[in-house]
């Protein structure tokens, strides 16, 4: 029999990772999960959670050693919108973060997962149906940081043979945490307005369109490429991924359509200039191809989904995002 996994998830308290943390214990149990964050205190009382900084490369390699490691989950960094506030100490968590991880992975054959995101691309890149291998000019610190960790990925595999994998997330929708300062972010704020029965101000404007994922898919996405035949993972930069794509007044529409208030005034900011350099449809025939990716979710269901939710639980988002 081969090892047992042990699976160390980092920024486990953020978006995607509160609700991947808890698909992994479902699927390998909690004792094999271990959670960390900045925060002393975790998402799920059932799962072990530790006080960890990134940056403190000795402290990961203590934890690695400690519990015997065989896969780490890199969820931390600084997103788009908040990493334009400060760019250097973005950069910093986003890279050195991401290394530190690496380095780790290669002396003690770890796997490894990272998120890339669309902000890899820019104004020169093709908007529509963006080919997995293209221009790229990313116009946002959070963007160079991404493209800059897909090199140290391609990297790290093909000079020392970690069994790194990556993909390249749109915005994604989840109800269960709080935003944690992305461009896209605008999706989720106006849909928790529609289920409250507020009007909502807008910092895009009205027809930027951009992909869109529900969390569910995101998830599953995750789980399905890090159990693929390492044969068949031939992108070890990253992966394009897609789903949906939709504009905030596609968006208001649906959210009329099955009956719910959206009231919208659109004020556009500093994000919008983050947002029209970013695709609005994403090609993925490569993540589909050749580990057999599909989404689940379209937009109506989405936001039926969503909408659902947080019209029961008047969701009031009380979790901290720190990760992408």
Known sequence: MGQAEKILIIGANGQIGTELSRHIANIYGNNAVITAD???????????????NILDKSFLEEIVE?????????????????GEKNP??????????????LDVASDNNIKVFWP???AVFGPSTPAHETPQQTIMEPSSVYGISKLAGEGWCRWYHLNRGV??????????LSYKTKPGGGTTDY????????ANNRPYECFLEPDTILPMMYMDDAVRAIIELMNAPAQNILERGSYNLAAISFSPRQLTEEIQRQGFYA????????????ASSWPDTIDDCCAREQWGWKPAFDLQETVRVML????????CFDNIANTA
């Open 38 to 52: 900045l925060s002393d205190k975790g998402q799920h009382c059932d799962i072990e959670h530790l006080s960890f």
């Open 66 to 82: 400690k519990y015997s490691i065989t896969q780490i989950y890199n969820l931390a960094a600084t997103l788009s919108a908040n």
């Open 88 to 101: 250097k100490q973005s950069w910093e968590l986003n890279i050195n973060g991401l290394l530190n991880v």
């Open 116 to 118: 890339s995101s669309i």
């Open 163 to 172: 069994d790194v994998r990556s993909l390249r997330f749109p915005g994604l």
């Open 187 to 194: 999706a989720i704020d106006l849909l928790h307005s529609a």
């Open 263 to 274: 009231s919208v005034v659109y004020r556009p900011d500093y994000r919008q200039k983050i």
């Open 308 to 315: 659902e939710n947080m019209a029961t639980a008047r969701c």
